[in-house]
């Protein structure tokens, strides 16, 4: 079965701070790996994918993720957040079952 | 393209009721998928389909829970009888066979009382 972790919960930073957050995943085999992000009060919209290729990915609004497969990893960074990134960031996998498995999500909230 | 659509965009209910949520996926999508989303559980599937079969269930909380899809354009996620722990978002989402990943469509709020 495929299962996903993210660590951290609730994240509060400063405008102009870095961001990292981060995922783990559970799954034996070859993976697609995705980071959605959930804006107040709306629906989840797609931040990037990983399917293979570069194991450093690059999606909207400046944030990028890493692959690491020998750490089960793809952490969401980005190098300075603005007010505007306040929501709530889900990281997700899908192995050989179609079906994408969430994980618990990470509420980022930026402070002007 | 208008997206995925669903409907309604908010429910309140009284237990007991049956409650009916729809969804329409984007036009050319082969798979569509329910999840339902609750601060205690986060984001759980509930059921998917291709091509207008179910393939996985196994995430139907009981059998109050159906869902159906009759052609490529429509589906719904019946809940019969409601009861307040079925208070939750939930979406529906669909995607293409050549896998890029999920649209998502705003979301029904249903609030059981």
């Known amino acids: 079965a495929q299962s996903v972790s993210q660590h951290n919960h609730h994240v509060i930073l400063s405008e102009a701070a870095s961001l990292e957050l981060g995922c783990n995943y559970s799954?034996?085999?070859?993976?697609?790996l995705f980071w959605y992000v959930q804006y107040p009060g709306q629906h989840l919209q797609l931040l990037l994918k990983?399917?293979?290729?570069?194991?450093l990915v690059k999606g909207i609004k400046g944030f990028e993720a890493e692959f690491i497969k020998s750490k089960f990893s793809f952490n969401l960074r980005k190098p300075s957040v603005q007010w505007s990134d306040t929501a709530e960031y889900f990281c997700a996998v899908n192995g050989r079952r179609r079906a994408l498995t969430f994980g618990s999500g990470t509420r980022l909230q930026v402070q002007p | 393209d208008a997206g995925v659509i669903q409907s309604p965009r908010h429910e309140v209910t009284e237990m007991g009721q049956e409650v009916t949520l729809r969804c329409k996926p984007i036009s050319g999508h082969d798979y569509l998928f329910w999840y339902r989303q609750t601060m205690m559980r986060g984001l759980e599937l509930l059921i998917y389909?291709?091509?207008?079969?179910?393939?996985?269930d196994s995430g139907m909380p009981e059998d109050r829970f159906s869902a159906k899809m009759p052609n490529a354009s429509f589906s719904t996620l019946k809940i019969q009888p409601s009861e307040p722990r079925d208070s939750a978002v939930y979406f529906c989402a669909s995607s293409p066979s050549g896998f890029v990943g999920y649209t998502f469509g705003s979301g029904t709020r249903l609030t059981v009382v």
């Open positions: 389909f291709n091509n207008n079969v179910p393939i996985d």
């Open positions: 799954y034996g085999g070859t993976v697609n």
């Open positions: 990983y399917f293979s290729g570069d194991p």
